[in-house]
């Protein structure tokens, strides 16, 4: 599918989309939220070793593409560690390629906030507890 048959988006179009890039990286669960921050939350089977515990996410918004990150402490929380950086829609082989090479590249990484990186941000979904 290409980008612009994502941006002209029939729901359909949309849910093809994203249960291709599902398949692709064996998710165990596809969540819409249907946000400003987030369309759908792919939880994976891995974990991001400073994380551990939490299952790694690939979170989705139809303008600016994919991101990787965690399961929040509190539930409907999404906690994003980096961005995939493959613009909107990118091919679902290539999403599953980037988020491999991204959580080889993560096995040792802790964040630290004096690098002038900015440190991981917390996303809430629908319904999820803020504070």
């Known amino acids: 599918m290409s980008i612009s048959q994502v941006r002209a988006t029939s729901s359909a179009n949309v ?11 064996e998710a ?4 819409w939220w249907f946000t400003p921050a987030f ?3 792919v ?4 974990e991001i070793p400073y994380y551990r515990g939490r299952k790694a996410v690939l ?27 493959l613009g909107p829609a990118p091919d679902p082989a290539l999403c599953s390629d980037r988020v491999a090479e991204m ?7 802790a964040p630290q906030r004096a690098s002038g990186q900015p440190a991981p941000r ?10």
């Open 122 to 131: 917390i996303v809430h979904g629908p319904g999820a507890p803020r504070g």
């Open 15 to 25: 849910g093809e989309y994203v249960g291709s890039v599902a398949t692709m990286v």
């Open 103 to 109: 959580l080889t590249e993560l096995a040792d990484w």
């Open 28 to 31: 165990l669960s596809v969540d």
């Open 43 to 46: 939880t994976l089977s891995s």
């Open 59 to 85: 979170a989705w918004n139809r303008h600016f593409g994919w991101s990787l990150g965690v399961h929040g402490l509190s539930q409907g929380n999404v906690l994003v560690v980096e961005a995939l950086g």
């Open 39 to 41: 369309d759908v939350v």
